[in-house]
């Protein structure tokens, strides 16, 4: 069950987007039924869906939103934007709800409130027929119990059933007849084990319960001292006559030790339909059951007026009379008694029942025998099967259901009764089973024969009129018109699929490579002959086709997992636009480079750094609209939000036009938190100073606001774009602008890195981070503040010795001898590193480091090299950080 | 074997429906829409459609329509599963040739009698 409730999330959460595409688009593009249709679609789908798992709040809500979407969609309630705020803010909740079952947070109930008042406001906005029906009621249980359909009620889940199965039928119907309408309360009330020495009285506080029905006293479940005689070691429940707010009000001193749930009116009723079935079905109450069945309010109260007199006051008889007594008036509850009790086919869906396993056991035994029983469901498809005749006989429709209709006729009394020969030749058996089956009442009687009349001209015309092939024609027909309906449909990628041209690719990669190896034998052929020379470059050039084959083979299996960061970016029109709003600042999200193709697990990470950065930009980026037009930018700032790739990476930048970040104002703050020292606040260079943000513990403001302030500072979103294998750049001027740039590797898997050795070990380092290889005598290398340093082309550029750094004995160069100096760049700006040797770049496939190793943040990861042995890739800047 | 098409737009519904009803006799198809339903019916031999009523393309009632035209298909019984209770609908259903009419959440025991009376199972 748990994976469908997985599939059902995924299935609901892309209903949700899409949704709320709708709905944005709608409120800046102005009205369109079809979008109103899709966002209507959606809902119906996650509010039919969530009736399986017995999530009621959801369902409720979902439902109401699908109701008024109706409603829209009907004309009958205009689309405003207020509707689409509340439409998002019920998706919104919706999607929360989600959030908490994928993470095992299924305590339902504590939704109710949330739900209820939600659904409430989302009602109150349709506009239709219903409502003049709603407002002269003032109780809105009233509402619940009467005016939505059947299904909306929630339903009653089977444990609160089951947890009901103390209470006697009597009391049922009891608590029904005083609740007269509106829905019961059952409380289940556990006492503070030491409630007693505080003076509470937890039998008495029941008892007091306004409109009691009735309660039960049972042994606590979980009892932590169940033998001192002082402590409370009862669970207490109770059914009362009562709603929520009663309950909320009588049980306020003893917060905390209750929960109280609704128990649906009508829920109730079906719950113990049998119970009153049973009733009915004794003789002396046929009267009873006729004057239900006709709907004939008076006689049913002068027929259980009667039947009172008559039982026993105790009897559940006496009880379900008198509540019969008290419905008689209501025409409304009558019919729908009526409806519910006649197993029709609008019989509400309703919990297992506990008479169940009897009624199939009975059932079964009954087939066994060979006997006539029709069970209940039967019985209610025969039923539909009859009204359909009964409907379509003499119509043009009939040619149409018939074949249909008598297929299932025979296959059911085939059923119930295998003495039923399988010819319709029989008709005269059939009919005697059916009335034996059906208890039939002369009307359905009649019908009945007409159905086997039926039957019969059916069979007789199959056999007159043999193979009437004409069939596929009409089919075929259809079908054209279903692939231009197919076109119109909107384009959604789903998590699983992958473009069928990348596959087409793949393969015809694969064939290529087949071919390619077909080459080897003939090359040992040649091998045989032996031309060395020869023999080589033949390898070589065999080895370059090879070579392009596997890096074609490899990107292409790479591009399977590519998916367009619009995926990502979807979601982002909606944050600026609540945040503005929030804020009352006029921002406008400009998105560039959407279709960009990004590895999908890769974006997933970032969707939460780039969120951080967004709320940042709006937040602290974008001034107030007095303020820019005091300072002559336009009123609306602009958020550009733009995917490039470049080479094997991708570039995403959010630039903003607001105030920009003051290199001075960072300085002073890093200071005062301790970040950099008194030498560095004098030294540090204004772009230096800006890189300053990323440091641990470092946040512009200084009180945590509403939108950015989460405790996730930036070098939380460093550490995050790092993990995702990039790197993260700002610029910033005072007054113009902020830009964040990440450059991220297009996807995860494979590195293109740069192998040298130390200490006659072999290492990496992402070639991306590499800028160059010298060489220099160490002669050259000079010392500033005790630190050694280079100068190139004019720069200086800071050396790390990687023997010290990795713990290895450092070697003393003498003056002319060459030193490898290989300079990286990092978001700290670049620095050599000196290494002993250089070697090549490869294409690795890196894996993160596992165990033991997992905890140094110096080592970014492994790779087997095609010797065999294990590369170690270093991370650069976190190797020069530590010390 | 007996082969039942379920037609709902919900993968989830359409598992749990599957769930509901799979049986070592019963073959059961799947398709997303009404469209879909149509194009897999042909050729095949579907003994029963469990439809769903809103769905995208080609919704319940249409498919039940088409159903109902086809000469190949016209004699399968359909039940029409729905989320919605109001009488109006299931008249609708049946209008449009739908054989049973049942809301969802459907429960399985009925579900399951309700099929296997449709497919005449012994």
């Known amino acids: 069950m748990n994976e469908m409730l997985d599939v059902f999330i995924g299935e609901s959460r892309e209903g949700l987007e899409t949704a709320s595409q709708q709905l944005l688009a709608l409120q800046s593009e102005g009205f369109s039924q079809e979008r109103i249709d899709t966002i209507f679609r959606d809902l119906h789908t996650i509010k039919g869906s969530s009736g399986l798992f017995d999530i009621v709040p959801l369902t409720r809500l979902a439902h109401a939103a699908e109701d008024l979407l109706d409603s829209i969609r009907a004309g009958q309630t205009p689309f405003t934007d207020e509707v689409g705020d509340l439409l998002l803010e019920t998706l919104d909740q919706i999607s929360d709800w989600f959030d908490d079952l994928e993470v095992g947070n299924e305590d339902v109930n504590a939704w109710e409130t949330t739900s209820f008042g939600l659904s409430h406001r989302v009602r109150a906005y349709i506009q239709d027929e219903t409502q003049q029906t709603v407002e002269p009621t003032d109780a809105p249980d009233d509402i619940a119990a009467l005016e939505p359909p059947l299904e909306a009620a929630p339903a009653l889940s089977p444990e609160l059933l089951q947890s009901l199965a103390w209470m006697p039928v009597a009391s049922v119907f009891n608590g029904l007849r005083m609740a007269s309408g509106k829905n019961l309360q059952l409380l289940a009330y556990t006492p503070d084990q030491d409630g007693f020495f505080r003076g509470e009285d937890p039998v008495n506080v029941v008892l007091a319960t306004p409109g009691l029905v009735d309660f039960t006293l049972t042994p606590k479940q979980e009892d932590t001292n169940p033998d001192d005689v002082f402590l409370c070691h009862l669970d207490i429940q109770a059914v009362a006559a009562n709603d929520a707010a009663g309950m909320a009000a009588h049980m306020a001193y003893y917060e905390g030790q209750y929960t109280s749930s609704e128990l649906h009116y009508w829920q109730l009723v079906c719950h113990y339909r049998d119970t009153i079935n049973r009733l009915l079905e004794q003789d002396h109450f046929q009267a009873l059951k006729d004057a239900i069945n006709e709907g004939d309010g008076p006689q049913v109260r002068s027929l259980s007026d009667f039947a009172l007199t008559t039982s026993n006051p105790q009897s559940d008889e006496f009880a379900i009379c008198q509540w019969l007594l008290s419905i008689s008036d209501d025409a409304a509850l009558l019919a729908r008694l009526q409806a519910s009790l006649t197993p029709s086919v609008m019989a509400a869906p309703e919990a297992p029942r506990q008479t ?328 540090i260079e204004d772009n230096e100073a800006l890189q300053l943000i990323f440091a641990p513990g470092f946040s512009t403001m200084e009180t945590v606001s509403d939108l950015s302030g989460r405790g996730v500072g930036m070098d939380a ?18 007054g113009v602008g902020t830009t964040f740039k990440l450059i991220l590797p297009q996807t995860m898997s494979v590195n293109r890195v740069m192998m040298f050795e130390v200490n006659e070990q072999m290492f990496g380092v992402s070639m991306d981070s590499v800028v160059e290889t010298v060489k220099v005598k160490a002669s050259e290398v000079q010392l500033v503040k005790n630190h050694p340093v280079l100068v190139l082309r004019e720069k200086l550029v800071p050396l790390h010795c990687l023997r010290e750094k990795l713990g290895f004995i450092p070697k003393t160069h003498a003056n002319d001898e060459e030193q490898s100096i290989l300079v990286v760049s990092t978001g700290n700006g670049e620095f050599g590193l000196i290494i002993d040797k250089f070697h090549e770049g490869i294409d690795v496939i890196q894996k993160p480091l596992e165990g033991v190793m997992a905890g140094f943040s110096h080592l970014s990861g492994t790779a087997l090299l095609g010797d065999g042995r294990v590369l170690l890739i270093i991370n650069a800047q976190e190797l020069v950080a530590c010390r | 074997m007996k082969t039942v098409m379920i037609v709902d737009d919900a993968n989830t519904v359409r598992i749990y429906h599957r769930a509901l009803i799979s049986s070592p006799s019963r073959q059961v198809e799947e398709a997303e829409n009404g469209v879909e339903a149509l194009e897999k019916a042909v050729g095949r031999n579907i003994d029963l459609f469990m439809v769903d009523v809103n769905m995208p393309k ?65």
């Open chain 1, 356 to 683: 169940d396993i009897s009624e199939n056991s009975s059932s079964q035994a009954a087939e066994e025998t060979g006997s006539r029983v029709l069970t209940e469901q039967a019985r209610a498809v025969l039923k539909t099967q009859i009204a359909h005749l009964e409907r379509i006989s003499g119509t043009e429709q009939e040619a149409m259901l018939l074949p249909s209709v008598t297929l299932i006729i025979r296959n059911i009394l085939l059923k119930t009764d295998n003495r039923v020969p399988s010819d319709s030749n029989c008709a005269g058996d059939w009919i005697e089973v059916c009335k034996d089956a059906l208890n039939a009442t002369r009307s359905v009687e009649e019908v009945l024969n007409e159905a086997v009349d039926a039957v019969q001209v059916a069979e007789a015309s199959a056999n007159t009129a043999p193979s009437v092939e004409t069939g596929p024609s009409s089919l075929a027909n259809k079908i054209p018109d279903a692939e231009a309906a197919k076109a119109g449909e909107r384009q959604v990628t789903k998590t699983l699929k992958v473009n069928q041209e990348k596959i087409d690719y793949l393969m015809d990669l694969i064939g290529e490579l087949t071919v390619a190896k077909n080459s080897l034998p003939y090359l040992a052929r040649q091998a045989e002959d032996g031309d060395g020379r020869k023999l080589s470059k033949q390898i070589k050039s065999h080895f370059s086709i090879v070579n392009r084959l596997t890096e074609e083979l490899q990107s292409a299996v790479l591009q399977i997992r590519m998916v367009p960061v619009s995926h990502v970016f979807q979601r982002y029109p909606r944050l600026v636009r609540d945040l503005s709003r929030k804020l009352n600042k006029k921002i406008e999200l400009v998105m560039q480079g959407e279709d960009t193709e990004f590895d999908k697990n890769l974006i997933e990470s970032l969707s939460e750094p780039l969120i951080h950065l967004l709320r940042n930009s709006i937040d602290h980026g974008i001034e107030a609209p007095e303020f820019r037009a005091m300072q002559g930018k336009p009123e609306t700032g602009t958020i550009h939000l733009i995917a490039t790739p470049k080479d094997d990476n991708v570039i995403i930048e959010i630039r903003d036009d607001g105030k920009g970040i003051d290199p001075e104002n960072i300085k002073m703050l890093a200071y005062q938190k301790g970040i950099i020292n008194e030498t560095q606040l004098d030294s």
């Open chain 2, 58 to 122: 080609m919704d319940g009632y249409r498919l039940c329509q088409e159903i109902r035209r086809s000469d190949l298909l016209n004699q399968v019984p359909i039940i029409m599963i729905s989320t919605e209770a109001a009488s109006s609908d299931a008249t609708r259903a049946y209008e449009c040739g739908a054989n049973f009419y049942m809301i969802k959440p459907v429960e399985g025991n009925q579900l399951n009698e309700v099929v296997s009376l449709m497919l005449g199972e012994v």
């Open chain 1, 717 to 734: 979103v460093k550490t995050m774009v790092h993990h995702a294998g990039g790197t993260i750049e700002m610029e910033s001027t005072v």
